[in-house]
């Protein structure tokens, strides 16, 4: 059952999904989009949410969908969730899997959600995470 509130988003979704469907293909975790470009399966959000690890000459990138989608709230409290994450508890169980893996890996993140330019690295902070922004720089040339 989906809660009133989240009505529009729900209905929003589902006109997207079924206007885009003939362009679509279902995929598992760990499906190879192209070489270096992984799909990883991210629930919480939502049942079947995916988000995407790029890599490149020894260096990884997690782009995180709605997965982590505050830079403060959900790595400083990552046991706190919005009302639009349908399923809480996998929420928090995925976004620290992929906290703990990004600080492990010392892989950089992008989020839609982050302020420009939406990458940087997140670091350990006891129990919690911190993200370093990457520092951007315009080429005049």
């Known amino acids: 059952m989906v809660d009133p509130s989240q009505q529009s988003m729900v209905v929003g979704a589902v006109n997207s999904l079924a206007a885009a469907a003939p ?3 279902m995929v598992e975790d760990g499906h190879e989009v192209a070489p270096g470009i992984t799909m ?6 939502t049942s079947g949410h995916m988000s995407l690890i790029v890599e490149s000459e020894g260096q990884s990138l997690l782009i995180t969908g709605d997965a982590i989608r505050d830079p403060y709230v959900s790595l400083e409290k990552p046991e706190w969730v919005a009302e ?3 399923d809480p508890e996998q929420t928090v169980a ?3 899997r992929l906290l703990d893996r990004t ?4 892989m950089a993140v992008l989020s839609y ?3 420009f330019p939406g990458v940087g690295h997140v ?3 006891g129990d919690n995470y911190r993200f370093i922004p990457a520092l951007w720089q315009w ?3």
Not at 40 to 45: F, K, L, R, V
Not at 103 to 106: A, K, M
Request: charged share 20%; net charge neutral.
């Open 113 to 115: 959600h982050f302020p």
């Open 23 to 25: 362009q679509m293909a």
């Open 84 to 86: 639009i994450d349908m």
């Open 94 to 96: 995925t976004r620290r």
């Open 123 to 125: 670091v350990a902070d």
């Open 40 to 45: 990883i399966a991210t629930p919480g959000h």
């Open 103 to 106: 600080v492990s890996d010392r």
């Open 139 to 141: 080429n005049q040339g």
